[in-house]
C-alpha cells in the first residue's frame, strides 16, 4: 500500500495513527506515573533512600541510550519490526516489574521497560512520518502526535494518583498489559509491512553512542543529590571520553548513525535545540508546582493529580490548531507564539506566595503554560522531519527523542541548583517559595533563548504551499528511485 498522498486521512490512516498514538502514550504515562506513585514503591519494596533514585535511573539510562540506535536500526531492518518487537518487550517487561517483590527485581523491570521503550518510540514516529508524503496529511497527523505526546505527560500525574490510590502501585504496570497486547495486535494489522532503507547499521558507532551516552544520563540523573563528587565527576568524564569516539568514528563510517546530511537538513538543528529547552523548562515549572502544592499549600499526591488535569485537555484540544497554523503560516512563528507564552506563564507562576491558592497562584499561570506547550510542540516535531529524507527518517526520530528525552534531565538538575541556592538549608515556607520563585524565573529566561533559536527555523518550513510538490523530497525522489518502499 502506497502513503497517502491526499490531504485528507483515510480510515486506514486513523487506525494506524491512532496505533501508534496508543503505544506512545502508554511510553509516555508510565515514566510520569512512576514519580507520582514513588512514595508508595518505597514502602511497599522497602527502598532505601540511597536506591530510590534508581526507580527513573534504571529505566531512563537504557531508553535514553538506545533511541538513536533503535531508531537507525528500523530505517535498517525495518520500521514495523522494530515497533512491534519493542512494544512485546515493553508489554513483557512491565508485567515482570508488576509483579517484582524484590527492589533488584523491579530495577531489572524498569531497565528492559527502557530497552522495549527505546525501539517503540522512533520507529513509531518514523512510521507515521512515512505513511503521508503529503505536507497537510502529515501536519494533521502530527497535531495527533503532539495531542498525545503533550497532554500524556500531564496526564500521568492525573491517572498515577488515581492508580496507585485506588488499585494499588502494581497497577501501574499491569495496566499497560492489556494495552500493549492490542497494541501489538493493531499494528500487525493496520501498519505498512516496511523493509530496510538503509544497508548497514554502523554497530561500532552505536555501540560507542551507548556506551557514551547511558554514564551521562546516570551523572545527570546523580548531579542534584551528590553534586560534582567522585563517582559523577567519573562518570561525565568517560561519557565525554567515549562520545569524542563516537564523533571520530561517525566521520569516517560508511554508514554513519547520525549522518551529516541529516544534521544539515533545515530545522533539524534548531528544533532539536528548542525540544530540549522547552521540554527542560516545562518539567522544571511542574516540579516547581507540585512542590508548591504539596509541601507548601499541602495538596494530597491525588489533588495535585487532579489539579493539571485542565492543562492536559487544553493541550490536547490545542494540538490540532497549532498543527493546522504551521500548514497555513509554517512552523517559525507559531514556535515563536508558544514559546513566548510558556515564558510568560513561568513569569506569572513566580508569582507564588505562601499564603496563595490554586486558583489564583496557579491555574491561570498553567493555562498560559499550556497554551504555549500546545503552539511549541507540533511545531517542534514538524521542523524537525518535515524536510527529513525517508532512510534518514529513523535516525531523526531518534534523535529528537534523546533531545527530548536529555533536555528535561539537565535543564531540571541546572533550573533546581539556582532553586536551591537561593533555598539553602531552610526548610520554611517563605524560603521554600522563594526558591521555587528564583527557579520559575530561571526557567523563563531559558525559554526565552529558545525563541531566539527559533528564529533559525526557515520561516517556510512545513507550510502547505511552501514548495510546487508536496509529494516527495529531492531526497525521497531518489529513494523511491530506487525502489524502496516508505515505511
Not at 63 to 91: C, E, K, N, P, Y
Not at 273 to 300: C, N, R
Not at 378 to 392: K, L, R
Request: hydrophobic letters at 55%; one cysteine or more.
Amino acid at each position: 500500500m502506497k502513503p497517502t498522498t491526499s490531504a485528507g486521512l483515510s480510515g486506514r490512516d486513523k487506525t494506524a495513527v491512532a496505533v501508534l498514538c496508543l503505544a506512545q502514550f502508554m511510553l509516555i504515562v508510565d515514566v510520569v506515573i512512576v514519580n507520582v506513585a514513588l512514595p508508595t514503591l518505597r514502602r511497599a519494596l522497602d527502598i532505601p533512600d540511597a536506591q530510590l533514585s534508581l526507580t527513573a535511573v534504571s529505566y531512563t539510562v537504557t531508553f535514553g541510550s538506545l533511541l538513536i540506535a533503535a531508531g537507525r536500526a528500523g530505517d535498517a531492518w525495518g520500521r514495523r519490526r522494530m515497533f512491534v518487537v519493542g512494544v512485546v518487550v515493553f508489554t513483557v517487561a512491565s508485567l515482570l516489574t508488576g509483579l517484582a517483590h524484590e527492589s533488584w527485581q523491579f530495577f531489572l523491570g524498569r531497565a528492559a521497560q527502557g530497552v522495549g521503550a527505546a525501539m517503540v518510540s522512533p520507529n513509531a514516529l518514523a512510521l507515521l512520518l512515512n505513511r503521508f508524503q503529503n505536507t497537510a496529511a502529515r501536519n494533521k497527523a502530527m497535531g495527533v502526535w503532539g495531542a498525545v505526546g503533550a497532554g500524556g505527560a500531564i496526564a500521568g500525574q492525573v491517572v498515577g494518583g488515581v492508580v496507585a490510590d485506588t488499585l494499588g502501585w502494581r497497577w501501574i504496570f499491569l495496566l499497560n498489559v492489556p494495552i500493549g497486547a492490542v497494541a501489538t495486535v493493531l499494528a500487525l494489522r493496520h501498519l505498512h509491512r516496511s523493509r530496510g532503507e538503509v544497508r548497514s547499521v554502523d554497530s561500532r558507532g552505536s555501540a560507542l553512542l551507548v556506551a557514551g551516552l547511558a554514564p551521562a544520563i546516570v551523572a545527570v540523573a546523580w548531579l542534584p543529590e551528590r553534586g560534582l563528587d567522585r563517582s559523577v565527576l567519573g562518570c561525565f568524564v568517560v561519557a565525554v571520553c567515549l562520545l569524542v569516539g563516537f564523533v571520530a568514528q561517525q566521520r569516517r563510517a560508511a554508514f554513519p548513525l547520525v549522518s551529516s546530511a541529516l544534521l544539515r537538513t533545515p530545522g533539524v538543528q534548531p528544533a532539536n535545540a528548542i525540544i530540549a529547552l522547552s521540554a527542560a523548562t516545562v518539567t522544571a515549572s511542574l516540579f516547581f508546582t507540585t512542590l508548591y502544592l504539596q509541601v507548601v499549600l499541602e495538596h494530597s499526591a491525588l489533588m495535585v493529580g487532579l489539579a493539571f488535569a485542565p492543562i492536559t485537555v487544553l493541550i490536547m484540544g490545542l494540538s490540532s490548531i497549532s498543527a493546522k497554523l504551521v500548514s497555513r503560516q509554517g512552523a517559525r512563528m507559531p514556535l515563536i507564539g508558544g514559546l513566548g507564552m510558556q515564558a510568560a506563564g513561568m513569569l506569572l507562576l513566580s508569582r507564588m506566595s505562601v499564603g496563595g491558592s490554586y486558583w489564583r497562584d496557579v491555574l491561570p499561570a498553567l493555562l498560559c503554560i499550556a497554551v504555549g506547550s500546545a503552539l511549541t510542540y507540533v511545531p517542534t516535531y514538524i521542523a524537525a522531519t518535515a524536510q527529513v529524507a525517508a532512510p534518514e527518517q529513523g535516525a531523526a526520530s531518534g534523535l529528537l527523542n534523546t533531545a527530548q528525552e536529555l533536555g528535561p534531565a539537565v535543564g531540571l538538575a541546572g533550573i533546581a541548583a539556582v532553586a536551591s541556592s537561593v533555598i539553602g538549608t531552610s526548610a520554611v515556607p517563605p524560603d521554600l517559595v522563594a526558591g521555587y520563585r528564583a527557579g520559575l524565573v530561571a526557567a523563563a529566561v531559558v525559554t526565552a533563548v529558545g525563541v531566539l533559536v527559533a528564529l533559525r527555523v526557515p520561516r517556510d518550513l512545513g507550510r502547505v504551499d511552501a514548495r510546487p510538490s508536496d509529494e516527495h523530497s529531492p531526497e525521497e525522489d531518489d529513494v523511491v528511485r530506487a525502489g524502496s518502499v516508505a515505511g
